[in-house]
Nanobody
């Protein structure tokens, strides 16, 4: 099976930075797109940033210019560098990875357990 391990969340003051990591492990044949989503209580989970297997990226308008997504294919890991953080960035952050498992023919989405990011004003 597949396991996603997230790390890097925490408490930071406005204007500060954090770096999130998400490492995929298990019976992985290949990985397609990787991404980060966030959710606050009472609201739907929304896309923050995504990166394709070819390295193309897209970002939510609210984080453009402040957040950078990257991936290390050798480590099956996706990162989210978050700079100039604002209180509105406070949320639970989830990684999402599109994986083809060994023995399967197609890809499916897997989710991390979530990591909390709190930005104080």
């Amino acid at each position: 099976q597949v396991h996603l391990m997230e790390s890097g969340g925490g408490l930071v003051q406005a204007g500060g930075s954090l770096r999130l990591s998400c490492a995929a492990s298990g019976s992985i044949f290949s990985i397609n797109a990787m991404g980060w989503y966030r959710q606050v209580p009472g609201k739907q989970r929304g896309m923050v940033a995504r990166i394709t297997s070819g390295g193309s990226t897209n970002y939510a308008d609210s984080v453009k210019g402040r957040f950078t997504i990257s991936r290390d294919n050798a480590k099956n890991t996706v990162y989210l560098q978050m700079n100039s953080l604002k209180p509105d960035d406070t949320a639970d952050y989830y990684c999402n990875v599109n994986i083809r498992v060994v023995g399967d023919l197609g890809y499916r989405d897997y989710w991390g357990q979530g990591t909390q990011v709190t930005v104080s004003s």
